[in-house]
């Protein structure tokens, strides 16, 4: 597998977990998890500064060695998402945006118009562009044609843990698109993250599923795990689905008894 | 003067730059260059009406009465 790189923008990860930090109770159990996880790659929100919050994320995660994703978490609309990747680049010293524009805060679905209004723009600006799109096909194509980095896909709504409610859709985005696919929010548990893999999407990306499991070490751990299977069968060549028993044990040479 | 930081109503003199308000905040000076002093990534982030000031601007911006500032930093997020 150590020859199994994702490249996004020049930069090369050997773990396909993006892994998100919302949610976690304290910084200590998030570390471990963060650990556990094997992560490369990891999103922060941006938000006012706490001078009384315990330590620094930002340092937290740059003393693993793992690269920052900023998000745009919580926008509205492209203006506010774009102050906000503005706002990232100037703190965490990174080009690289996970652009979230949600259309309400019930659902916290994309919101298309905007997300690709923000996406044409920010890439002007020479952002590095994670779209988290809905599974729409068609829309995806259309955030890599406006010079989407990677397209990020859900697999349910955001912290829903649902799974993968549309793997034909997943399917369909990953066998047109030419950029990296990131499965992106439902994923529960780890044979969901396996799944994804196995549609061939390029990595995943989680934060609920472990920050608010009963052991986020654990399931990190797990999800680490989850990744690396479903990647090897995606790449191994499943066998075809049969409607009859194929036996593998020989007939021949039965004895008569 | 009164500005609003992240929010809050804050009194201040005039002439109080981005650069002296962050001092009061986080207790770190940036350089005139927009340095950190231990030569790190500060990790924080300040718009002054919905515009990014960017750290090396910081010393020169002074801020003006009714002034809404904005001091971002990372936090958990998905």
Known sequence: MNSDILCIDGVEFTSRLIMGTGGAPSHAGLGSALTASGTQLTTVAMRRHDPSSEGSLFQLISDKGIRLLPNTAGCLTAREAILTAELAREALATNWIKLEVIADEDTLLPDGAELVAATEQLVARGFVVFAYTNDDPALALRLEELGAAAVMPLGAPIGTGLGILNPHNISLIVERARVPVVLDAGIGTASDAALAMELGCDAVLLATAVTRAQDPSGMATAFRHAVIAGRLAALSGRIPRRTTSLASSAMEGRPDL | ?78
């Open chain 2, 1 to 78: 003067m009164t500005i609003t930081v992240n929010g809050q109503p804050r009194s201040t003199r005039a002439g109080l730059t981005v650069a002296d308000l962050v001092e009061e905040l986080t207790g770190v000076r940036v350089t005139s260059e927009g340095g950190v002093p231990d030569g790190t990534t500060f990790g924080i982030a300040v718009a002054v009406n919905s515009v990014v000031i960017h750290r090396a601007g910081w010393a020169r911006q002074e801020l003006a009465d009714r002034d809404v500032v904005e001091i971002v930093s990372a936090t958990q997020g998905g």
